[in-house]
C-alpha cells in the first residue's frame, strides 16, 4: 500500500513533502503514520507516471465541448488527496489545502494522462465514451485511448 504525506515525513528513503506518495515502507509503519494523522492511505490511485518525454496516452477528441465535460466530470468523481497526487503526476504541484472546485479547475484544460486516474475516474469517461465500464483497468485504458 502507499500512503500520502499531509505534512512533511522524514523515512529512511528521504524527505518527503505534503501531497507526496510514499510507497515501499512496511505495513505497521504505514499505519502509525497514518494513526498519526502524517499521512493518509492513498485508495487504488495509480502509481506516480514518470513523465520523461511528451505523453502519448493523451485523450483526443473532436468534440472538444463534449471531451471537457467527460474529463470534468471524472476529475469530479476523485477526491481530493486523488486530484493533488494526479496533478503531481501531470507535472503540476497542487496542494489538499485548495477546495475541490479549485482543484478540479487547475487540472482541466491539462492533457489527460489515463494511466494516472484513478478507478473510479477510469469508469466515468468509459461511460461518457459508451464503453464497459466493468472492463479490467488495462483493458478499460486500451479502450479509451482507442
Known amino acids: 500500500m502507499a500512503i500520502i504525506c499531509n505534512w512533511y515525513i522524514k523515512t529512511s528513503t528521504g524527505l518527503y513533502g505534503p501531497a507526496e506518495v510514499i510507497d515501499g515502507l512496511g505495513a505497521a509503519e504505514e499505519q502509525r ?5 502524517a499521512a493518509s492511505p492513498a485508495g487504488n490511485m495509480a502509481a506516480p ?9 493523451v485523450i483526443e477528441s473532436t468534440d472538444s465541448a463534449e471531451n471537457d465535460e467527460a474529463i470534468a466530470a471524472a476529475l ?13 503526476a501531470l507535472g503540476i504541484k497542487l496542494t489538499d489545502r485548495s477546495n475541490k472546485v479549485d482543484l478540479v479547475n487547475a487540472l482541466k484544460g491539462e492533457d489527460v494522462i ?8 477510469l ?13 479490467p483497468r488495462e483493458e478499460l485504458i486500451a479502450a479509451l485511448e482507442g
Open 33 to 37: 503514520l497514518i494513526a498519526l494523522g
Open 49 to 57: 507516471v514518470e513523465a520523461v518525454e511528451p505523453v502519448a496516452d
Open 76 to 88: 469530479e468523481a476523485m477526491s481530493k488527496k486523488e486530484l493533488v497526487h494526479y496533478g503531481a
Open 114 to 121: 489515463l494511466e494516472a486516474l484513478t478507478d473510479e475516474a
Open 123 to 135: 469508469a466515468v469517461l468509459a461511460k461518457y465514451e459508451g464503453i464497459d465500464d466493468t472492463l
